[in-house]
């Protein structure tokens, strides 16, 4: 469990405390744009590698949950996991590293971003309830619970840090978007353009979807059925 917890701690801390802070800017500053993205993408790999491998060596247990229609109920969230994250990461987005660019377009809040502006973020939200859920042993908990609560104080930071750069642009991307899926098209600042999502990327989801169904079982030694 030390592993795990120092793995989780490192791989959180460096996302809460550096990127999306006034830390972030003051390093930039320092060093510069592109070689800060160089370095911290490869802290938040090894990072993220310590904590799949902390968590991977950690004992396990069966999972408590599995009644047919508890697994249902986890299997369509996943499937909607998947479809946000294959969607969120095909879009250009102004949240994405590197998407700013699409601030200066006439309309850069589409397809999926109609619905929330962090989609990869809820993905992997998603993702991690339903797989917190499944194994609520201490490890599990610990791995799973640390990437879902990265995923949902993420968009936080990201919006911060987009703001103190782009300031009205910004603003004005935000004001028809929102964090929360469906609170802006609820709320009347947008609407659901379905034809904006694309088919191919529906499509991808789903396809990445059940490759992972099928070989849950061969990568991770349990099936999800």
Not at 136 to 160: E, K, M, N, Q, T
Not at 175 to 187: E, G, L, R
Request: glycine residues 12%.
């Amino acid at each position: 469990m030390t592993q795990i917890f120092l793995a989780a701690a490192f791989f959180v801390g460096i996302h809460l405390l550096v990127a999306g802070t006034g830390l972030r800017d003051r390093i930039v500053g320092a060093i510069g744009e592109v070689p800060y993205q160089g370095v911290f993408s490869v802290l938040s790999l090894l990072g993220l590698v310590w904590l799949c491998w902390a968590w991977a060596g950690a004992p396990a247990e069966a999972p408590r949950w599995n009644g047919s229609g508890f697994r249902l109920g986890v299997q369509v969230l996943m499937l909607v996991a998947f479809l946000f994250v294959a969607i969120g990461l095909t879009t250009p987005s102004p949240t994405a590293a590197g998407g700013e660019r699409q601030l200066a377009s006439d309309e850069p809040a589409r397809g999926i971003l109609r619905i929330t502006r962090h989609p990869f973020l809820w993905g992997v939200a998603l993702w991690g309830a339903c797989h917190a859920l499944v194994n609520p042993d201490p490890p599990s908990l610990l791995f799973f619970g640390s990437l879902l609560g990265l995923a949902l104080v993420g968009p936080a930071s990201i919006d911060a840090k987009r703001a103190r750069k782009h300031g009205e642009r910004w603003q004005s991307f935000a004001a028809v978007t929102s964090n929360v899926p469906f609170a802006a098209i609820v709320s009347g600042r947008n609407h659901l353009a379905l034809r904006e999502l694309g088919a191919w990327r529906i499509a991808l989801g789903v396809g990445l979807y059940a490759v992972f169904l099928a070989l849950h079982p061969l990568l991770f030694g349990a099936s999800p059925l």
